[in-house]
């Protein structure tokens, strides 16, 4: 199988040991970019180490909020693209989605950060290329469908948006998009990053958008 890009490695060759990241909400897709500013000591020391290796790094969400979280069954894994380093000594990285996976077990680590032993095996559908290509408005595709879902809450919710720049994305462009900048719930997050196929989450996607749109009922 080919890369998606020159410096990302094959699905062969994806790492046995995995930093990872457990921040709520900070979740992204394949082939998607998520920015974050680093400033904790154990996490600039992780992405410092990732640097010095293959710069990969996963993201997960925690499930509860201890100190030494339980972990969501399925993170995605990130290539480091962009490293800036601060005056303030924080460091601003870009990261460039490559592929989910689910925690074998957790390593032992001294770094301070954790490790875990991912299991990639699920998610070889994740190096598969997705639309390019702006899409298909006929009203009975899946992506129209995910379109006007948008187009209403966006108008229940009384947000503003260039509809021109927004109709020209490819879906799947706009899909990770709005995953990365609607307040949507942790929990439906992580419904869509467990989704298996890009048409499946596009689906599950609008179905979330239509029910966040339904006027509210006025408590009793």
């Known amino acids: 199988m080919q890369t998606l890009h020159p410096y990302i490695p094959t699905f062969e060759h994806l790492p046995k040991s995995l930093p990872i990241f457990p921040l709520a909400g900070a979740v ?117 469908s995910f379109r006007a879902a948008l187009h209403h809450y966006f108008a229940e919710n009384s947000i503003e948006a260039d509809w021109d720049v927004l109709s020209s994305l490819s879906t799947h462009s706009l899909l990770s998009n709005m995953f990365s900048h609607l307040p949507l719930s942790i929990e439906d997050k992580q419904l869509l990053l467990e989704t298996s196929t890009a048409t499946e989450r596009l689906i599950a996607f609008t179905a979330i958008l239509s029910d966040e749109s339904q006027p509210k009922g006025n408590p009793q």
Request: charged content about 20%; glycine content about 6%; hydrophobic content about 30%.
């Open 28 to 144: 992204f897709l394949p082939q998607s970019n998520l920015p974050l500013n680093i400033f904790e000591p154990r996490y600039l020391k992780m992405v410092q180490d990732s640097m010095r290796g293959n710069q990969l790094i996963g993201m997960i969400q925690p499930a509860d909020q201890t100190d030494h979280p339980n972990l969501y069954e399925v993170g995605c894994a990130g290539r480091i693209t962009q490293y800036i380093e601060n005056p303030n000594g924080q460091i601003q990285i870009g990261l460039t989605g490559v592929c989910r996976f689910t925690i074998r077990q957790e390593l032992s680590s001294l770094r301070g950060y954790r490790i875990v032993a991912p299991d990639w095996s699920s998610f070889e559908q994740d190096y598969d290329v997705v639309d390019v290509e702006p899409a298909n408005h006929q009203d009975d595709t899946p992506s129209a």
